[in-house]
């Protein structure tokens, strides 16, 4: 464990049985990699074994280290978890249950690859207490798919949402991906319609980031493939603030819908800025105003050798954040909240003066004002980049 964090475990202890905690496991493993992918994540599986006795040996001394804390919701991510086999599924799933209390456990999400997965592995993960399942489908067009690097095609992505539905997952997810070179508007549209057909619970929608390289990035910048403009991406999100509700499937966050019930409670709790303890390479952990990354150089933190980046939040920061990513739900937040919680820190001039900048903006409905609740508007969402910046 970082030094620092090891000396800061008696506060940790206290903030991890404060209340429940969420529990994110990474595995950094995948057949291939996407051509846009930025993740920690890894093609060598020799890795893989060793990598998952570490991520056990972890879930093992954290549990005990914050003393069994309560945990209410697990979420599988990668990389790609469904490359776990039954066992390594089996053992990892048994430690978290030794070394937490999953009493209050309302959701456990794994991730899955739609060209990775099988009724058998699927039936099992299910059978093992995993209920949610998000499905990587990106888009519905075998073209778009291979320039993505994705490893399955449109037909295998449809046929892993229904088997995950025979293996008894009530609530799935779908990625649906936006702004890829040569997606029109009209198929972001027709893939999501056919995606909502399925009958699936949630679906994330996600605006194609290239801001790392990757071999994507190197297409554009040569000239060979080129981005859809920023109006042809806003119309996109715009016809599907339309389209999706008339699915069946509301806005509950900039880039989440879901039924009426089948939100994410696992990711709800970022942007609550409830706590959260992230175990594997890569993973960020939040818990009594401190954050740390793991190290993702995959084979350092395999062996131990890596050190987590470890941050206090100052009270400007964990105040700024809670309007930062309150304002991502279309629930909004309740500003006297926040402006009880700035006195708290002796910040009040600065929630003062974001809160004439977003009554500014009520005049023209990018955000909506009722008594002291403030949410973003339907325009103010698509808006949002611009608008949060005030908070950054
Ligand atoms: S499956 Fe996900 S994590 Fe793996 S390479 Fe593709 S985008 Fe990256």
């Given amino acids: 464990m970082n030094p620092e964090l090891e000396r800061r475990l008696p506060e940790l202890r206290v903030a991890a049985q404060?209340?429940?905690?969420?529990?994110?496991?990474?595995?950094?493993?995948?057949?291939?990699?996407?051509t846009y992918c930025s993740f920690t994540t890894t093609r060598d599986r020799s890795l893989q074994p060793e990598t998952l006795r570490r991520l056990i040996a972890e879930v093992e001394s954290w549990g005990s280290a914050l003393g069994r804390p309560e945990v209410d919701t697990l979420y599988l991510g990668g990389g790609t978890p469904s490359l776990l086999t039954a066992?390594?599924?089996?053992?990892?799933?048994?430690?978290?249950?030794?070394?937490?209390?999953?009493?209050?456990?309302?959701?456990?999400?794994?991730?899955?690859?739609?060209?990775?997965?099988?009724?058998?592995?699927?039936?099992?993960?299910?059978?093992?207490?995993?209920?949610r399942i998000s499905l990587g489908v990106q888009a519905l067009d075998d073209t778009l798919l291979s320039r993505l690097g994705r490893i399955h095609g449109s037909a295998q992505a449809l046929e892993s949402l229904e088997l995950a539905e025979r293996a008894g997952f009530q609530r799935r997810s779908a990625d649906l991906m936006v702004g890829i070179p040569g997606q029109?508007?009209?198929?972001?549209?027709?893939?999501?319609?056919?995606?909502?057909?399925?009958?699936?619970?949630h679906l994330s929608i996600y605006l194609l980031d290239l801001d790392k390289a990757c071999p994507l990035r190197g297409e554009i910048d040569a000239g060979r493939l080129s981005l859809p403009s920023e109006d042809e991406v806003a119309d996109v999100f715009e016809a599907?603030?339309?389209?999706?509700?008339?699915?069946?499937?509301?806005?509950?966050?900039?880039s989440n819908y879901a039924r009426p019930g089948a939100e994410s409670i696992h990711n709800t709790r970022y942007w609550e800025r409830r706590p959260y303890l992230g175990l594997g390479p890569g993973a960020a952990s939040?818990?009594?105003?401190?954050?740390?990354?793991?190290?993702?150089?995959?084979?350092?933190?395999?062996?131990?050798?890596?050190?987590?980046?470890?941050?206090?939040?100052?009270?400007?920061?964990?105040?700024?954040?809670?309007?930062?990513?309150?304002?991502?739900?279309?629930?909004?937040?309740?500003?006297?909240?926040?402006?009880?919680?700035?006195?708290r820190r002796k910040l009040?001039?600065?929630?003062?003066?974001?809160?004439?900048?977003?009554?500014?903006?009520?005049?023209?409905?990018?955000?909506?004002?009722?008594?002291?609740?403030?949410?973003l508007g339907s325009r103010g969402m698509l808006m949002s980049n611009g608008i949060l910046q005030m908070f950054v």
């Avoid at 496991?25 to 996407?34: E, I, Q, S, Y």
């Avoid at 999400?109 to 060209?115: C, H, R, S």
């Avoid at 099988?118 to 993960?125: G, K, P, T």
Wanted: with cysteine; proline share 4%.
């Fill in 240 to 254: 599907l603030q339309a389209e999706l509700p008339a699915q069946g499937l509301q806005p509950y966050e900039i």
């Fill in 184 to 201: 029109s508007l009209s198929k972001v549209v027709a893939d999501a319609r056919v995606l909502a057909a399925t009958g699936l619970e």
């Fill in 87 to 131: 066992e390594e599924l089996q053992a990892l799933t048994a430690a978290v249950r030794r070394a937490f209390d999953l009493g209050p456990l309302v959701e456990a999400t794994l991730e899955a690859n739609p060209g990775t997965v099988d009724l058998a592995w699927l039936s099992q993960a299910r059978g093992l207490g995993w209920d």
């Fill in 348 to 375: 009040r001039p600065l929630c003062d003066a974001w809160e004439a900048h977003l009554r500014s903006l009520a005049k023209e409905d990018l955000v909506l004002w009722e008594g002291d609740h403030v949410r």
């Fill in 18 to 34: 404060a209340e429940p905690l969420g529990l994110y496991l990474h595995v950094p493993f995948c057949l291939d990699r996407c």
């Fill in 286 to 343: 939040q818990l009594a105003d401190l954050r740390w990354l793991d190290s993702g150089v995959i084979a350092a933190w395999t062996e131990g050798r890596a050190d987590s980046e470890v941050q206090e939040l100052d009270a400007a920061e964990v105040l700024s954040e809670i309007p930062l990513l309150g304002l991502r739900m279309h629930r909004g937040l309740d500003w006297g909240e926040l402006r009880h919680e700035s006195d």
